[in-house]
């Protein structure tokens, strides 16, 4: 007869079987993840590609434990203490600003950044080859960047003049500055304006950028703008002005993109997540330039705000947006 107590043993025995076969829920690594954007952006999904090609399955090989301060600085400290409690193995973060706050705040866990234009400059890493401590990453950092995107805008709009160059006042003015000067340095004449968050003013920014008589709007790469892309995208829209992304936005509704691809860069994080997992010391490693290029065209944005794209930026897109 089976008993309840014979019941009570293959249960049991199945139970042991089914640790020694594979892992504990609580010996399975961990990994942290911080961005100061929000959720909607696909920067986890971005890591988790990256980790899946890498053969890891999130919540069986590994758990991401992710944390997004919704471009509310001031949660950093919080939130990384939430992510050093949940024990984590390596904290993977986005962000100059992120990463600086890392570092500060966490000691005794391997950092890997990605979405640093300079992390030397950033004073993240004292260099690219040798970063030292506990730190790595990979940086999507172009010195030219804001140089080619305005080519791009100016193909498109052979009349420019003016451009409105939007940045964060929350993150360091080296950005804004670079694309300033390189505004200038082609001609045009830069119209720098700076937001803040967590809650940025767009309504009077658009205001002042329609009593300057700007002719497009190049959006910086920084945090706040990111939580409030598609907010911006409409917003020019409304005001029939062309906009220039990062390829991260691309999904906010600007009319072009382009730049260093940040999906390339979070994607490229998962091997430096693997190697530390292994054993490797993450400040042993140097940090990886990502040269790889993105160019979106929207052609729905383009049609409502009366711009024709010309067939030679059409060709080069990698990807457009109809």
Do not use: C, W
Not at 262 to 286: F, H, N, S
Request: aromatic residues 4%.
């Amino acid at each position: 007869m089976f008993t309840r107590k014979m019941a009570l043993a293959f249960l049991a025995a199945g139970l042991l079987l089914g640790t020694a076969g594979g892992q504990s829920i609580s010996n399975i690594p961990r990994v942290g993840f911080l961005a100061p954007q929000g959720r909607s952006l696909p920067l986890l999904d971005a890591f988790q590609k990256g980790l899946a090609d890498l053969g890891y399955i999130d919540g069986k090989d590994l758990i991401v434990e992710a944390r997004f301060a919704e471009g509310q600085y001031d949660r950093f400290p919080a939130l990384l203490s939430e992510l050093v409690n949940a024990k984590v193995k390596v904290l993977v973060v986005t962000g100059a600003v992120t990463a600086r706050a890392a570092k500060k705040q966490v000691s005794d866990v391997p950092l890997v950044f990605t979405m640093v234009v300079d992390p030397v400059a950033d004073n993240v890493v004292s260099s690219l080859e040798r970063p030292g401590g506990t730190i790595t990453g990979v940086t999507t950092f172009d010195p030219q960047q804001a140089t080619k995107q305005l080519q791009l805008l100016k193909e498109v709009l052979p009349k420019l003049q003016r451009v409105a160059v939007l940045g964060d006042q929350g993150v360091s003015e080296a950005l804004i500055k670079a694309s300033v000067e390189q505004a200038r340095a082609m001609g045009l004449e830069p119209l720098p304006l700076r937001v803040s968050g967590p809650n940025p003013d767009f309504a009077a920014a658009f205001t002042t950028l329609q009593q300057q008589h700007a002719d497009a709007l190049l959006v910086l790469e920084e945090p706040v703008l990111g939580v409030h892309a598609n907010q911006i995208a409409e917003l020019a829209s409304q005001n029939h002005l062309p906009t220039m992304f990062a390829p991260s936005r691309v999904g906010a509704g600007g009319l072009l993109s382009y730049g260093t691809s940040q999906t390339e860069g979070l994607r490229r994080m998962a091997t430096y997540v693997d190697k530390i997992l292994r054993g490797a010391k993450a400040g042993e490693m140097p940090v990886e330039v990502v040269n790889r290029y993105e160019l979106i065209v929207n052609q729905k944005t383009a049609k409502a705000i009366g711009i024709a794209i010309p067939d030679s930026v059409l060709k080069r897109a990698d990807k457009v947006i109809e």
